[in-house]
């Protein structure tokens, strides 16, 4: 009897997949098919797909719906996909796919039927492609149009399967993540001169607290423990579609291990003590000036200030996580402890921090090394 095998995502996450399975001759090509399904989250969902699989080949009409369905285009399955898809992720994650397909995918091959796309069609979007940083996210999100297509008898397998996406040779020298210890000295000599309880904590929240941008924005001061200089994050901020244009919401943190309380420096809790006498101890931390979410990219524009008086080069906000974890890294914490603080879900994501920030450590001692022995 056949039943589902479970294998594991390079992120550590358990899938099931039912492959190989004989559903007879398909009459649109003439050959003997079998299946090659994958995807599925948990063991029921693959064994509900596998029964109704059966069930159809037993009664013979497996294949009726791929002959009534030919003519779909792929933007067609794409909006049946998405309209399911829509409710499984935060409003925040699914404007960033909604973007993915509008801005680049649908008007390449939005108009095309879904059953005339090959490995070719595919092949030649990925070189058109390659120089793009999301190319690999792009072909990800056609790959799970095609794996609904097949769950639902759209389609009979997915082109993106074998497809080669060439690597792009980065040019390292000029690969930036995170702040040296002597720049981020300047950068905080820069915001102590502020006299702004309201920037400097925000940003020190995000410099020696590890906090995303969201979770800033979302926390409240019934979970700041200001006697205790303890912060819990249970919130965070996203921004979502709203008509023709979008908005800012409050939703639950990225992950389950971005739940957390972490512990802050002194003066982080001083700077936010000192913004409590100004805003009171209700509701949000960082408000608008009209009392609602402060907007996401006042951040941006704060670090872009404090570096160009600091005189160091720009990294984006997220690189001041970077920031935090390579000072924990050289303060001696372990993977497991930086992982927990900045609320990581795979160890993946904090190793290849610590790969970078132990390469700069091995590259600042050899030429230190060099130096040292560059009179004999």
Same mark, same amino acid.
């Given at each position: 009897?056949?039943?589902?095998?479970?294998?594991?995502?390079?992120?550590?996450?358990?899938?099931?997949?039912?492959?190989?399975?004989?559903?007879? @001759?398909?009459?649109?090509?003439?050959?003997?098919?079998?299946?090659?399904?994958?995807?599925?989250?948990? =063991?029921?969902?693959?064994?509900?797909?596998?029964?109704?699989?059966?069930?159809?080949?037993?009664?013979?009409?497996?294949?009726? +719906? @791929?002959?009534?369905?030919?003519?779909?285009?792929?933007?067609?399955?794409?909006?049946?996909?998405?309209?399911?898809?829509?409710?499984?992720?935060?409003?925040?994650?699914?404007? !960033?796919?909604?973007?993915?397909?509008?801005?680049?995918?649908?008007?390449?091959?939005?108009?095309?039927?879904?059953?005339?796309?090959?490995?070719?069609?595919?092949?030649?979007?990925?070189?058109?492609?390659?120089?793009?940083? +999301?190319?690999?996210?792009?072909?990800?999100?056609?790959?799970?149009?095609? =794996?609904?297509?097949?769950?639902?008898?759209?389609?009979?397998?997915?082109?993106?399967?074998?497809?080669?996406?060439?690597?792009?040779?980065?040019?390292? !020298?000029?690969?930036?993540?995170?702040?040296?210890?002597?720049?981020?000295?300047?950068?905080?000599?820069?915001?102590?001169?502020?006299?702004?309880?309201?920037?400097?904590?925000?940003?020190?929240?995000?410099?020696?607290?590890?906090?995303?941008?969201?979770?800033?924005?979302?926390?409240?001061?019934?979970?700041?423990?200001?006697?205790?200089?303890?912060?819990?994050?249970? =919130?965070?901020?996203?921004?979502?579609?709203?008509?023709?244009?979008?908005?800012?919401?409050?939703?639950?943190? !990225? +992950?389950?291990?971005?739940?957390?309380?972490?512990?802050?420096?002194?003066?982080?809790?001083?700077?936010?003590?000192?913004?409590?006498?100004?805003?009171?101890?209700?509701?949000?931390?960082?408000?608008?000036?009209?009392?609602?979410?402060?907007?996401?990219?006042?951040?941006?524009?704060?670090?872009?200030?404090?570096?160009?008086?600091? %005189?160091?080069?720009?990294?984006?906000?997220?690189?001041?996580?970077?920031?935090?974890?390579?000072?924990?890294?050289?303060?001696?914490?372990?993977?497991?402890?930086?992982?927990?603080?900045?609320?990581?879900?795979?160890?993946?994501?904090?190793?290849?921090?610590?790969?970078?920030?132990?390469?700069?450590?091995?590259?600042?001692?050899?030429?230190?090394?060099?130096?040292?022995?560059? %009179?004999?």
């Amino acid at each position: 009897m056949a039943k589902p095998e479970k294998y594991e995502l390079k992120s550590g996450a358990v899938r099931w997949r039912i492959n190989g399975i004989y559903l007879g @001759v398909n009459p649109k090509t003439g050959k003997q098919a079998r299946t090659n399904l994958q995807g599925f989250k948990t =063991q029921r969902e693959a064994n509900i797909a596998l029964k109704r699989i059966e069930s159809q080949v037993a009664e013979g009409t497996y294949f009726e +719906n @791929v002959k009534e369905s030919k003519d779909y285009t792929f933007k067609e399955v794409y909006e049946k996909w998405d309209s399911e898809y829509k409710h499984t992720v935060a409003e925040s994650t699914h404007l !960033k796919s909604s973007g993915h397909f509008n801005n680049r995918i649908l008007p390449e091959i939005g108009h095309y039927k879904l059953i005339e796309i090959d490995h070719d069609d595919i092949q030649k979007l990925v070189n058109e492609w390659k120089r793009f940083t +999301n190319c690999r996210v792009w072909i990800r999100e056609i790959s799970r149009v095609f =794996q609904y297509a097949i769950r639902h008898k759209y389609a009979e397998s997915d082109p993106t399967e074998f497809v080669v996406i060439p690597k792009v040779k980065k040019d390292n !020298k000029n690969e930036k993540l995170f702040y040296e210890k002597h720049e981020l000295e300047l950068i905080v000599s820069e915001l102590n001169k502020l006299d702004d309880p309201k920037i400097e904590s925000y940003m020190r929240l995000l410099i020696f607290g590890g906090l995303r941008n969201g979770e800033v924005l979302g926390l409240r001061w019934s979970r700041v423990d200001l006697d205790n200089n303890l912060v819990t994050i249970d =919130q965070a901020i996203g921004r979502r579609k709203k008509g023709n244009s979008t908005e800012l919401y409050v939703k639950d943190p !990225k +992950n389950e291990p971005s739940y957390r309380t972490i512990s802050i420096d002194i003066k982080t809790a001083s700077s936010l003590k000192e913004l409590q006498k100004y805003t009171g101890s209700n509701g949000l931390v960082y408000k608008s000036e009209r009392g609602g979410i402060l907007s996401d990219s006042k951040s941006r524009k704060w670090l872009m200030s404090l570096v160009k008086d600091a %005189g160091v080069e720009f990294v984006n906000v997220h690189g001041l996580r970077h920031t935090h974890a390579s000072l924990l890294f050289e303060g001696g914490a372990s993977i497991k402890y930086v992982m927990h603080r900045l609320g990581h879900k795979d160890i993946e994501t904090t190793m290849n921090i610590y790969t970078h920030v132990t390469k700069k450590s091995i590259e600042d001692f050899s030429e230190k090394f060099s130096d040292y022995f560059s %009179g004999f």
